[in-house]
Structure formats: C-alpha cells, structure tokens
Nanobody, 123 residues
Framework: QVQLVESGGGLVQAGDSLRLFCAAS????????IAWFRQAPGKGREYVAA????????YVVDSVKDRFTVSRDNAKNTVYLQMNSLKPEDTALYYC????????????????WGQGTQLTVSS
C-alpha cells in the first residue's frame, strides 16, 4: 500500500512560480515511479511529468517542459513539481500518482493516487 499526499497549490498570478509537493509513504513507495497529472475544469486528465525513484530519470510533457521540472528527495520520500512562468491555462487540479512506466503518458497503469492540490493562475 502506498499513500500519496499533494500540497503546495494555491492562487498565483500569471508569471509566478510555484512548487508542488508529493509526499509518499508506505513500505513499497520507493518501488514506483511517480507521475504528476492535472485536470482542468471541463477537461480530461493530462499527464504532466514523471520521475523514476531509483535512477532519477525525468520526463516532462513537451507543452510545459520549458517551464516545469520534476525532482525528488529520496530521504524525504517527496517528489516536487517546480512550475515557472505560470499561465492561466495551467489552472487545474494537480495529482501525483504511482506510475508503472514513467515515459508513457498514461503510465501504462497508475495504482495509487493522491487527493490532488488545486492551482489557480489569475491573468
């Protein structure tokens, strides 16, 4: 069993930066890659980024790769999503999830999800 808890969301202005946190716990947490997804109002869920726990290899979707970075702190069992130059279209509920295949945009399966953290970017 793995528990994921996101935090760090909030209301920011366009152009601001923000860091999201995904705290993982559970005996098998470090076995999984972790992905970030987002879901904007009225839209489907979108893969944003992922990181492999062991090798630290990262994957970021092309649409945000010049602004978003994903990283992790193994000692804290925490994955971060650093978001810079935020735009109103980044407004969404951001989730982290365990990810079976981090370079695949659907992860080829996600077993555990957090509850999400809301990001709202005002223009």
């Amino acid at each position: 069993q793995v528990q994921l808890v996101e935090s760090g969301g909030g209301l920011v202005q366009a152009g601001d930066s923000l860091r999201l946190f995904c705290a993982a716990s559970g005996r098998s947490a470090s076995r999984f890659a972790i992905a970030w997804f987002r879901q904007a109002p009225g839209k489907g869920r979108e893969y944003v980024a992922a990181i492999d726990w062991s090798a630290g290899k990262t994957y970021v979707v092309d649409s945000v790769k010049d602004r978003f970075t994903v990283s992790r702190d193994n000692a804290k069992n925490t994955v971060y999503l650093q978001m810079n130059s935020l735009k109103p279209e980044d407004t969404a509920l951001y989730y982290c999830a365990t990810c079976r295949v981090p370079y695949e945009k659907d992860c080829m399966g996600t077993d555990y999800w957090g509850q999400g953290t809301q990001l709202t970017v005002s223009s």
